[in-house]
């Protein structure tokens, strides 16, 4: 998945916001205020830090190559994920909209209702 292509995926869903509040170099996108996805898009390794279930995460660790524990994250909710074609687009596709959810579950009801329909 090409940079242009991931930051159109994370834009079309419900609510996403592009943020920087670290700095140009980490790209980190919420939902209602609330993070799912960092990345860096001028990283030279490219990788995207992910929400998970926590009874994913050690599966997806040692079963999927290119998925490690979160970078700088709880190791117990997040991923990070390898860019460069290890992981096929589909099932980061997948995991995006998945860590989305996670944090669209979250919500206080009212805001929750209006990003889900």
């Not at 997806?60 to 991923?79: E, F, T």
């Not at 290890?86 to 990003?115: C, F, M, Q, T, Y």
Request: net charge negative.
């Amino acid at each position: 998945m090409n940079p242009d292509e991931l930051t159109a995926f994370l834009l079309d869903l419900n609510g996403a916001e592009e943020t920087y509040p670290f700095g140009p170099e980490a790209r980190v996108f919420k939902v209602a205020g609330k993070v799912f996805s960092i990345d860096a898009p001028d990283a030279p390794n490219p990788r995207i830090t992910l929400k998970a279930l926590p009874e994913n995460v050690p599966r997806l660790i040692k079963s999927v190559d290119g998925i490690g524990p979160g970078y700088h994250m709880n190791k117990k909710h997040w991923v990070t994920v390898e860019l460069d074609g290890s992981v096929p687009d589909d099932h980061v596709r997948e995991l995006i909209a998945e860590s989305h959810a996670i944090i669209v579950a979250s919500l206080p009801k009212n805001i929750r209702l209006g990003l889900e329909g």
